[in-house]
């Protein structure tokens, strides 16, 4: 057969973008293409800087365009270079912002190539035909080393696949029919031994690798709430300034003193905040990157932001706090009952329970002592279903085994049956659960046997990672279907300060309800395809990149590791994102303080020579000191870049520390930092002017 056309590299898996020649040559061309009407008008802080440098232009052109003026065309040529500069900044810092991601899904496509797929016919033969020509409910067929050409269901075949050019992750994943996660196939990932078949799920171009691409290369989100309320107090302040210097005019007129149209402008831009204003789109971009870093996909920055602001943590059981797959690892017989019969009865009531759980409760009772029996093949059963909640075996000589819940094997003994039940199987149920594990009762033509136990295995690190959620001041619950004391126990083993038992799809979507209607900010973790309506209803909703296709689509982040641990990170990101956008915020209106003394007293000095009190830098001429303060302003641009790429450092603390910290590391360095940027500029201004 002949093998899927592709090109298969691993370098997305990197947790940093490719810095290369080509990435700042896309970044450059992107940042020049941001100087049209339309991409600068959705910025109003550089678009008054923008109109800035186009009257300053047609200024340097004829001085005179607007009336006398003592201003010579070089000296507004350098006014009007120096604000082109502060735009092109700007769009430097956002061009470079979105080039992250784009790196990443050039990547992706470069990974995918030209898929073919092996198509199953009618007749059972297969063709190979392009992957852009399957439809949903095709068969396809993927062999060793093969690429699977789209998003699938597992129908047939157990193999290895390898997952590592979408999750990073190098160790192969099994996949298998029968399960929710283990049955589900991404396209582009390749298989690493046998074969599956697969029936396909979805349409080309809607594939998870198709929407992923997207995501990263997505860098017309949507402005999260923050950056709104902070975008509207830009413009205020920028609307404020504008009429506060265009009034100044007739007061210089009425103190006979002459100033020029350009350095009113150069005013305007000086007092309005600049600096965040440059920044502020790149800070929510950079965000989205982040978080792609950590292996987790963002569908918006709001939903990264948000993070930053969750007080409602909850966390599915299975697939998140716990490996997903109960492991069969104890038996206990009823009093007067054989263990040896208990363990060989639910090895042979598992033949026919194709669920994960099944299949460890055959390895298990295969360990202890189970074994195959002759003429077992021509055994009938019945495989495990959520309407019975049992599973079962019909042997040749006349047994009838059967396994499950144990009210629901209790109710079948007593319907089908009329046998007592044993008076302390109860008691054994009971001791299972507080332990923290799920108990199947076996039971043999009618008589129960004993009690096999499941327990659930936690992920790595998960209760380390929920006291840190707790020190930040963020409540952890857990949901799950299982009853409440073996819901109690694995809360308590996982760190959880609360849980949901008996929880079905409803109750997880009312809980998030009753949260937010106290105001509450609620992130939900899940997998599973019940997850699916929380997920879409929280602030953030997390799917598991292992679990189901609809928890995947209903959720704004994907965690591409399926590690629940990493919601710490995805906390402190959107921390960061806060955090960043306030420091340089308040860095940003503090070194204003410094352009006033620079500019206004270079202004009105000729007329109010008392002025000159406030030009407490020292500052050679009036010219020198507009322009400097107006260099420094476009340099401080670049410079704060990456910290506006990278952010700032986020450290688990109270919002009032967070507070003075940033107000005495940004606001004083926003204060003492243009003065001593300024006069620099002024005395190397001086030496060549």
Known sequence: ??????????????????????????????????????????????????????????????????????????????????????????????????????????????????????????????????????????????????????????????????????????????????????????????????????????LPGNTFLDRMIHLVESAKRQKTPNEIALTVLLSVLTLIFVIVVAALAPVARYLNAQINIADLIALIVALIPTTIGALLSAIGIAGIDRTMRFNMLAASGKAVEAAGDVSTLILDKTGTITTGNRQATACFAVQGKDQRDLLQAAYLASLFDSTPEGQSTVRYTLRMGGHAEPGQEK???????????????????????????????????????????????????????????????????????????????????????????????????????????????????????????????????????????????????????????????????????????????????IDLDSDPTKLLELVSIGKQMLITRGALTTFSIANDVAKYFAILPALFITALPGLSVLNVMALSTPQSAILSALIFNAMII???????????????KSADAMFYRNLVIYGAGGLIAPFIGIKLIDLFLSLIM
């Open 638 to 652: 670049p410079v704060l870049i990456p910290l506006a790429l990278h952010g700032v450092q986020f450290k688990p």
């Open 379 to 557: 055994a009938t059963g019945t495989d495990f279903s959520a309407e019975t909640r049992m599973s079962g075996t019909n042997m040749p000589d006349g047994r009838v085994i059967r396994k499950g819940a144990v009210d629901a094997i209790v109710s079948y003994v007593q319907k089908q049956w009329h046998t007592p039940i044993p008076g302390d199987l109860s008691a054994l149920t009971e001791k299972v659960a507080r332990e923290g594990a799920t108990p199947l009762a076996v039971a043999v033509n009618g008589s129960v046997l004993g009690i096999i136990a499941l327990t659930d295995v936690l992920k790595p690190g998960i209760k380390e990672r929920a006291i840190q959620l707790r020190y930040m001041g963020i409540h952890t619950v857990m949901v799950t279907g299982d009853n409440p004391v073996t819901a109690s126990v694995i809360a308590a083993l996982a760190g959880m300060d609360n849980f949901i038992a008996n929880a079905k799809p409803e109750d997880k979507l009312n809980f998030i309800r009753n949260e937010q209607r106290q105001g509450k900010l609620v992130a939900m973790s899940g997998d599973g395809t019940n997850d699916a309506p929380a997920l879409a209803q929280a602030d953030v909703g997390v799917a598991m990149y292992s679990g189901t296709q609809p928890a995947r689509e209903a959720a704004n982040i």
């Open 1 to 202: 057969m002949k093998k899927s056309t592709v090109s298969y590299t691993s370098d997305v898996t990197d947790k940093r973008p490719g810095y290369n020649v080509a990435f700042f040559r896309q970044s450059l061309a992107a940042s020049l293409a941001k100087f049209s009407p339309r991409a600068q008008i959705r910025n109003p802080v550089m678009f008054v800087v923008w109109i800035g440098a186009w009257i300053t232009a047609a200024l340097t052109v004829d001085p005179s365009l607007f009336g006398p003026t003592h201003a010579s065309a070089g000296y507004n040529g350098i006014v009007t270079l120096i604000l082109v500069i502060t735009v092109w900044f700007a769009n430097l810092a956002e061009a470079l912002a979105e080039g992250r991601g784009k790196v990443k899904a050039q990547s992706l496509r470069r990974a995918v190539g030209e898929l073919t797929a092996h198509q199953q016919l009618t007749d059972g033969s297969y063709q190979t035909i392009p992957a852009t020509d399957l439809k949903p409910g095709d068969l396809v067929k993927a062999e060793k080393e093969e690429i699977i050409p789209i998003d699938g269901e597992v129908i047939e075949g157990v193999a290895y696949v390898d997952e590592s050019m979408i999750t990073g992750e190098s160790a192969p994943v099994i996949k298998e029919p029968g399960s929710d996660t283990a049955s589900s196939v991404t396209g582009g990932t390749r298989v690493l031994s046998d074969a599956l078949v697969i029936r396909v799920t979805v």
